[in-house]
C-alpha cells in the first residue's frame, strides 16, 4: 500500500539540543534577534531559529533546521515547521548557520548542497572558534562564494558584514550594530546612570545659583 501525504509525519523536533554549548546559541539567537528587529514593524518577513524546513511535500527525510532563516513574504504566525507547499511555495531566501566544534566538514558541505538545491538566495555561515566567516549568494541559479565577505551588505537584509579580532560583527541598515541581550540591557543601564548623573549635576548647580541669589531659570 502506497504511503498518502496524509500519513506522513513531518517531525518538529529531532530530539537534539538546539546549539553544542554557549557560544553558538550566543550567536544563534544575536543573530535571530537582530534580524527581528529589522523586520519588526513588516508583518510579512517570518524570521525564525532551529526550525525545520521541509522543501518538498510527501518526503520528510528532505529537512534541515537552520540556525536562523529569513523569509519574504510570509506572516509571523508561530509554525511547528517549515512546510514550503503550505507556504506558497516560497524557499526561505536568506539562511544563516553558526558553527560549532562538533559540524564535521562533510556536514557543513551537505548543508551548502541541500541550500544550493533548494533555492536559497544568501546563506551565511560563521565559524566563531576559528572566526572564520563564509557567504554564497545565488547567482545564474547556484549558490556563488561572495568574495570579499568583509564589508559586504546583504542585498536582502541590508545587514553589513564585519569581521575583526574579536570576532564577527553585524551592522543594521540603521548602522545599529547586532547585540544580544546582555549587551542591551548594559547599554540601557549605562544610559540610566548617566541621565541620572546629568540630573544631579544639574540639582547641583541649581543650588549653587540659588545660594548666590540668583533663581535658575533666569
Excluded at 41 to 54: C, E, I, M, S
Excluded at 89 to 106: A, G
Excluded at 135 to 147: H, M, N, P
Amino acid at each position: 500500500m502506497q504511503l498518502t501525504t496524509e500519513q506522513i509525519i513531518y517531525p518538529s523536533s529531532n530530539g537534539k539540543p538546539m546549539a553544542d554549548g554557549t557560544i553558538q546559541y550566543r550567536w544563534i539567537t544575536q543573530i535571530k534577534g537582530g534580524c527581528d528587529a529589522i523586520f519588526k514593524d513588516d508583518p510579512n518577513v517570518f524570521v525564525a531559529g532551529d526550525l525545520f524546513w521541509y522543501p518538498v511535500e510527501g518526503n520528510a527525510n528532505i529537512c534541515q533546521a537552520p540556525d536562523v532563516m529569513v523569509v519574504f513574504g510570509r506572516g509571523k504566525s508561530d509554525r511547528k515547521s517549515y512546510r514550503q507547499w503550505q507556504e506558497e511555495n516560497i524557499t526561505p531566501q536568506v539562511i544563516f548557520e553558526v558553527r560549532s566544534e562538533s559540524d564535521s566538514q562533510t556536514k557543513m558541505d551537505k548543508k551548502l548542497v541541500f541550500y544550493n538545491r533548494y533555492g536559497v538566495e544568501e546563506y551565511y555561515l560563521y565559524d566563531p572558534a576559528d572566526k572564520d566567516l563564509r557567504g554564497w549568494r545565488r547567482t545564474d541559479g547556484l549558490l556563488d562564494v561572495i568574495d570579499p565577505m568583509i564589508g559586504w551588505v546583504s542585498p536582502r537584509l541590508g545587514v553589513r558584514f564585519e569581521l575583526n579580532d574579536e570576532g564577527l560583527e553585524l551592522y543594521a541598515p540603521n548602522g545599529e550594530k547586532f547585540v544580544d541581550y546582555l549587551e542591551l540591557y548594559q547599554q540601557r543601564e549605562q544610559e540610566r546612570e548617566e541621565k541620572e548623573l546629568a540630573q544631579q549635576r544639574a540639582e547641583r548647580l541649581a543650588a549653587q545659583l540659588r545660594a548666590a541669589g540668583i533663581e535658575p531659570e533666569e
